[in-house]
């Protein structure tokens, strides 16, 4: 079955620039789209389709889209960056929708 | 402002039942499908169950079908998932989140939850 696969853990330096990458078939079909979330709180989302912030998002994140792959780059990461990152797109064989596994960011 | 409120978890025993809700308001309710999305202790976040506005377009993931049923009730605003056969494996917080409706741009498929409610937490245990 179709699955979306991240690292399971990233680093940052305060001030740096991260990416954070999400493989799929599915990719090759729909866009990824990008959820923060925090401890003890519901997911967020920060990026959606080929590039697109909700209102409220800095403009620190981003997104693109090659192949198979969706990437959520971070530039200048912020102290409040660090929280956990999933991807999510829809398998257009049996319209079931996936996450990927989560990418816990650490801003050092 | 839209919101969505899920009520309706608790404690359960294994094998028993439970019905969860989601009341949404601030925006108009039949025109979007919703989704059923959970997250066990500690886990990532996992897709439940799908359903389009009209509710003829209704989709499961495999951990959960034939025991699980989503539902909707338009003239309510509400949103339903009905939990039968219950594990300790689906412990979790249940979330429910609205779809932003599908766009075809540049050739993909532009479609994501844009709003989530602040989840229920749902505990199979004897």
């Known amino acids: 079955s179709s699955e979306l696969t991240q690292d399971p853990a990233v680093s940052v330096a305060l001030g740096q620039t991260v990416r954070i990458t999400c493989q799929g078939d599915?990719?090759?079909?729909?866009?990824a789209s990008w959820y923060q979330q925090k401890p003890g709180q519901a997911p967020v989302l920060v990026i959606y389709g080929k590039n697109n912030r909700p209102s409220g998002i800095p403009d620190r994140f981003s997104g693109s889209n090659s192949g198979n792959t969706a990437s959520l780059t971070i530039t200048g990461a912020q102290a409040e960056d660090e929280a956990d990152y999933y991807c999510?797109?829809?398998?257009?064989?049996?319209?079931?929708?996936?996450f990927g596994g989560g990418t816990k960011l650490t801003v050092l | 402002e839209v919101q969505l409120v899920e009520s309706g978890g608790g404690l359960v025993k294994p094998g028993g039942s439970l019905r969860l809700s989601c009341a949404a308001s601030?925006?108009?309710?039949?025109?979007?499908?919703m989704h059923w999305v959970r997250q066990a202790p500690g886990k990532g976040l996992e897709w439940v169950s799908s359903?389009?506005?009209?509710?003829?377009?209704?989709y499961y993931a495999d951990s959960v079908k034939g025991r699980f049923t989503i539902s909707r009730d338009n003239a309510k605003n509400s949103l339903d998932l009905q939990m039968d056969s219950l594990r300790a494996e689906d412990t979790a917080v249940y979330y429910c989140a609205r779809d932003s409706s599908p766009v075809r741009i540049f050739g993909l498929i532009q479609d994501y939850f844009d709003f989530w409610g602040r989840g229920t937490l749902v505990t199979v245990s004897s």
């Open positions: 601030g925006f108009t309710f039949s025109s979007y499908s």
């Open positions: 599915s990719l090759r079909s729909y866009y």
């Open positions: 359903i389009s506005g009209s509710a003829s377009d209704i």
């Open positions: 999510n797109s829809r398998d257009s064989t049996t319209d079931h929708w996936m």
